[in-house]
């Protein structure tokens, strides 16, 4: 099983910026599929961004040419890189690991590792 622990999460206006981290143990490199989810008080669990074991990246409509989603193998590391944040991106983000898979989706029934969460807040 993955261990993952979220950071850089907190409470910024709108327009600015925030970068989440997911620390991964033990080891992953570029093994796993892995994603950005975020869900909102009242709201269902929606996926933001994931990456694939290769490399490829998708993201949900609302967050396009806002957000980047990245990892650094070396370091067992999943980011999440938010530009121009808005109001509606308040939410508690997770990240996501999906073990014995290749390819990832938004679909949260996918992944089977996930971690605690950090919060993201924005004001108007």
């Known amino acids: 099983q993955v261990q993952l622990v979220e950071s850089g999460g907190g409470s910024v206006q709108a327009g600015g910026s925030l970068r989440l981290s997911c620390a991964a143990s033990p080891y992953t490199g570029s093994n796993y599929p892995m994603a950005w989810f975020r869900q909102a008080p009242g709201k269902e669990r929606e996926g933001v961004a994931c990456?694939?074991?290769?490399?490829?990246?998708t993201y949900a409509d609302s967050v396009k040419g806002r957000f980047t989603i990245s990892r650094d193998n070396a370091n067992n590391t999943l980011y999440l890189q938010m530009i121009s944040l808005k109001p509606e991106d308040t939410a508690m983000y997770y990240c996501?690991?999906?073990?014995?898979?290749?390819?990832?989706?938004?679909?949260?029934?996918?992944?089977?590792?996930w971690g605690q969460g950090t919060q993201v807040t924005v004001s108007s």
């Open positions: 990456i694939s074991k290769y490399g490829k990246t």
């Open positions: 996501a690991a999906r073990e014995g898979g290749s390819y990832a989706t938004l679909f949260a029934t996918q992944y089977n590792d």
